[in-house]
């Protein structure tokens, strides 16, 4: 399978989760240590093998492209951490 | 009638009561609040407790049963895991990310609960996004085993489970990812069901790995298993993976013996390698089933023990997926940052414990570029050995019969390395990721190592899917027949602490 060195810091940055270098030492070696064992699975022949996303019956859900009652606007804005009318705000994210 | 002989009965007794008009769903729910008040300062059940919630639902309970409705949980106490929604309450899956984060709508499940007649005393601790198998993840609260308080309660719906056993609810609604229901109701003494991936809806639970986490309940009683999944079980147009196929009830289905069934017992799974005791307990556990009728069948599920590695591969990613939502913009904590980047980091940062951010770790780089295929389709296609492992199987036996887990509930803070503890799911993850209902039965005592008394064990039974009433009937069979539940009672008397 793969190396059992995990770039901490690239998959920290790809996963949005500022750690502390205390966390990058520890989560790296538990890491490393958690892929030692799931490096088990290369020994099982899966050439030939499908994989299985859902187990159970699964078809495509359609419904009518129609109107129908939902959760009140202001109920779901009520658990914004911070709003501005009927939007959700941010800090900017486009630079002048 | 007396507080202490009504939070006593089952949950098919007291719906029965209520029905009859022997106590009412009021008086029912204030003898559950009183024993909440005696008892949660040692347990520790629930992260919120809803009084005038539970108050103003006995109300409507007890009018739809003046004016003659036949309510399958007529007034019946219940415990509702702190990830699945309840409008207008908070919903924290035990984490800090959503701590003041008040439900705008209700899980199917929980609504179906109270459509029956169910009053939901408060919103169960659990560990964080239900991430654990101890209930020690939870940054919000501590829960400790009513059977002996120096031990977890198991998880992750590990308040669900010690609100049962304490006699703080009749019924919990647990989720099971791995082992979530199973493992902590073989650790408190219940009853933990598991139905076949589909047959619960999961809108409103707050998703951890999606194509793995099921809503059951934990009991005292089979029969309160079976009542409760009728009631909360079937197809709901919500929820897309949900099982679009008629629910046979299975409390009418309740077997008093095993009769002409044939009953896997798993090869791989040796029960020697758990100490001379619980491999005693559990050979009598098996002769109990042959006694009862069964034929025992000797099955092999070569791939199973692969199921911890392919488990911890496959749920981190589903996990690391679904916890992109929490990013501090619609709901929860936000953490300020000078753009919008800084914000997500720091709030996710300061929102999940260490093991969620593990998870979400391990997920994030078994589904990044040049992993992927070594490492999340490989699993994927681990589940389908594993699933076809069962197949097999059950060509052979109509049952498998297993251990729950691997010892009975353990110290705080005895599993200290994340592998040791993710090892505790060892014998319920390979059913999880077969998609197969399952569930843990009372099955005798053992001392642990240090213990002040004998702790309850659990004895695990697999169906094949859709086989659940088959599944409740054989465990009601054996749960009769034994009576291991009935013979301890939680250490908690004069509780209050």
């Not at chain 1, 030692?36 to 994989?51: F, R």
């Not at chain 2, 004016?67 to 415990?79: D, F, Q, T, Y």
């Not at chain 2, 197809?235 to 993976?241: E, K, N, R």
């Not at chain 2, 060509?395 to 592998?419: H, N, Q, V």
């Amino acid at each position: 399978m793969t190396s059992d060195t995990v770039d901490i810091r690239y998959v920290a940055k790809l996963a949005r989760l500022a750690l502390t270098d205390d966390e990058i030492e520890v989560f790296g070696r538990q890491l490393g240590d958690l892929l030692g064992h799931v490096n088990a699975l290369a020994d099982l022949d899966t050439a030939s093998v499908p994989a299985t996303a859902q187990v159970v019956e699964s078809r495509n859900v359609l419904r009518d492209d129609a109107l129908r009652p939902c959760l009140d606007h202001e109920i779901v804005m009520a658990g914004a951490p911070q709003r501005q009318g009927a939007f959700f705000r941010v800090p900017r994210i486009i630079s002048e | 009638m007396t507080d202490e002989s009504l939070i006593g009965k089952s949950a098919a007794e007291i719906a029965q009561t209520v029905r009859e008009r022997g106590a009412s769903a009021v008086e029912v729910t204030e003898a559950t609040l009183a024993r909440v008040d005696a008892v949660e300062g040692v347990v520790g059940s629930y992260l919120t407790v809803l009084s005038d919630v539970a108050r103003s639902q006995a109300a409507k309970v007890d009018e739809r049963v003046r004016n003659g409705e036949r309510l399958p949980l007529a007034g019946v106490p219940i415990a509702v895991k702190d990830n699945m929604c309840l409008e207008g309450t908070r919903t924290t899956c035990g984490s800090k990310i959503l701590e003041d984060w008040i439900a705008p709508y209700t899980a199917t499940a929980v609504a179906r609960m109270l459509e029956a007649g169910a009053v939901p005393i408060g919103k169960a601790n659990c560990d964080e996004f239900a991430m654990g198998s101890s209930c020690e993840n939870s940054a919000l609260g501590v829960t400790r085993n009513p059977y002996d308080p120096a031990r977890v309660p198991g998880g992750s719906s590990g308040g669900s489970a010690a609100a049962v056993a304490a006699y703080e609810a009749a019924i919990g609604l647990g989720s099971d990812t791995g082992g979530s229901i199973r493992e902590p109701g073989a650790f408190c003494n219940l009853v933990g069901f598991k139905p076949t991936y589909g047959r619960v809806s999961r809108y409103g639970l707050i998703a951890f790995a999606s194509s793995l986490d099921q809503i059951g309940p934990l009991t005292r009683s089979v029969e309160d298993a079976a009542i409760a999944y009728d009631a909360m079980g079937g197809y709901d147009p919500m929820d897309a993976t949900s099982i679009d196929r008629p629910l046979e009830a299975t409390a009418t289905g309740l077997l008093d013996d095993l009769k002409g069934m044939r009953i896997g017992v798993v090869r791989e799974f040796d029960t020697k390698a758990l100490g001379a005791d619980l491999d005693a307990r559990y050979r009598l556990a098996y002769a109990d089933l042959e006694r009862l009728g069964a034929e025992l069948v000797d099955v092999s599920l070569p791939t199973a023990d692969y199921g911890v590695a392919t488990y911890y591969l496959i749920a981190p990613a589903e996990c690391s997926s679904n916890l992109a939502r929490f990013d501090g913009v619609r709901y929860g904590l936000r953490v300020e940052g000078d753009d919008v980047r800084v914000m997500y980091d720091k709030t996710r940062a300061a929102g999940f414990g260490p093991e969620v951010k593990r998870r979400i770790l391990i997920g994030t780089h078994a589904l990044s570029s040049g992993y992927y295929d070594a490492y999340y389709v490989r699993a994927q296609k681990a589940r389908t050995l594993i699933a076809r492992d069962f197949d097999r199987a059950f060509e052979r036996c109509d049952l498998i019969a297993s251990p729950a887990a691997s010892c009975p509930a353990f110290e705080f803070g005895s599993k200290s390395d994340p592998y040791s503890m993710y090892l505790m799911d060892y014998y319920t993850i390979p059913m999880a990721l077969a998609g197969l209902p399952a569930l843990s039965v009372p099955c005798g005592w053992s001392t642990p190592e240090g213990a002040k008394a004998p702790m309850p064990i659990g004895l695990q039974l697999a169906a094949p899917l859709f086989a659940e009433k088959l599944l409740l009937g054989a465990a009601h069979a054996y749960e009769r027949a034994t009576r291991h539940a009935l013979a301890r009672k939680p250490a908690l008397e004069g509780a209050r602490a």
